[in-house]
């Protein structure tokens, strides 16, 4: 098999991470590079085991910095790039919508123009369910396609959609090998603990409220975050250039049910559940329809959410000390510790 280098921006985050780490179990003749900036969500320790592993390197970096990308670019000769690196966090983009437009759509312009220059051959932008808006919860019989029209409900959905329609754009006009993956709710390892699964239950295990936004019958469609790095390892390889695939399907939960199977798992109290003000612009349901990955690329997803959910407790478990230093604010210091 050819060798291949692959640039992944945003590896110290959830996904990314999850991403290098499998990719690294798969292919032991690939160079991996991870690009990261190591804000507030990047944590380098993560990536401590593969630290001196000959086929990776991790450079700090921003992607809206336009000079130090192209000269990375420049000196690495990368064939694929993955662009996970973004700001991710609904509830932050409703605070401060500024920093998601420049990450996410600036930072996705610089890494094509990047690309572009130096002739990669294939830009992967990952993207989310996100940018189809939502579903009415009493419509069941509905599900986001690939054609289902872009209407996005708050910044952070806004700037990822703006960098999809950019992405498709750069395709069109300068034929940049694009492809973009649209994903629903991801859950598992190294999952930051503001999102919805893991800040409750680091919150139950210290036995803290579990804030519940309005009336907890909100739907997400959760994947295991082991699936969505298969699906994005197939579409590198062998999605076409210039389609987008939606990745997700048939995990729906309602908010209250997933707390409430966190609470079971980890023995702890429904009275810890309190109900908070909701999430301004809160949207309802979200619901992929995976036939087009499937059909193409034989992709589904893999693991149902009653064993997904087992194991990301058991992970939580068992790896105490990652959360608990993201907590305490301990995890931005190992950076520093290892370039005196
Ligand atoms: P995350 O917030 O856990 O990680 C983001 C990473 O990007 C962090 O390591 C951060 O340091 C890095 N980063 C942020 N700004 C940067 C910049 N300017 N330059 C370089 N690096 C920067 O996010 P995640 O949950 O792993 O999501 C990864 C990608 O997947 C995002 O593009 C997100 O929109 C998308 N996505 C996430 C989900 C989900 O459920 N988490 C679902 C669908 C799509
Ligand atoms: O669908 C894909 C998206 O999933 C990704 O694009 C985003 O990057 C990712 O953060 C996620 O967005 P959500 O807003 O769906 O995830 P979050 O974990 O923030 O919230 C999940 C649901 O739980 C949502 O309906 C809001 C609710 N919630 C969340 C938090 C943090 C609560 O009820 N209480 C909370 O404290």
Known sequence: MKNIKILITGGAGFIGSNFIYHMIDKYPNYKIVCLDALTYAGNLGTLKPLMG?????????????????????????????????????????????????????LGTQV????????????????????VYGDLPLNRTDLFFTEET?????????????????????????????????????????????????????????????????????????????????????????????????????????????????????LNKPESLIKYVTDRAGHDMRYAIDPTKINNELGWLPETKFEDGIKKTIKWYLDNKSWWKEILSGDYQNYYNSMHK
């Open 53 to 105: 592993n000959s086929n990776f390197k991790f450079v700090k970096g921003d992607i809206t910095d336009r000079e130090f990308v192209f000269n990375l670019f420049k000196e690495e000769h990368f064939n694929i790039v993955v662009n996970f690196a973004a700001e991710s966090h609904v509830d932050r983009s409703i605070k401060n919508p500024g920093v998601f437009l420049n990450t996410n759509i």
């Open 111 to 130: 890494l094509m123009d990047a690309s572009r220059e130096y002739k990669i051959e294939r830009y992967h932008q990952v993207s989310t369910d996100e």
């Open 149 to 265: 029209p872009i209407t996005t409900s708050s910044p952070y959905s806004a700037s990822k959609a703006s960098a999809d329609l950019l992405v498709q754009a750069y395709h069109k006009t300068f034929k940049l090998p694009i492809t973009i993956s649209r994903c629903s709710n991801n859950y598992g390892p190294y999952h930051f603990p503001e999102k919805l699964i893991p800040l409750m239950i680091s919150r139950a295990l210290n036995d803290e409220d579990l804030p519940v936004y309005g009336n907890g019958e909100n739907i997400r469609d959760w994947l295991y975050v082991e699936d969505h790095c298969k699906a994005i390892d197939l579409i590198i390889h062998k999605g076409r250039v210039g389609e987008v695939y939606n990745i997700g399907g048939h995990n729906e939960k309602s908010n209250l049910d997933v707390v409430k199977i966190i609470l079971r798992e």
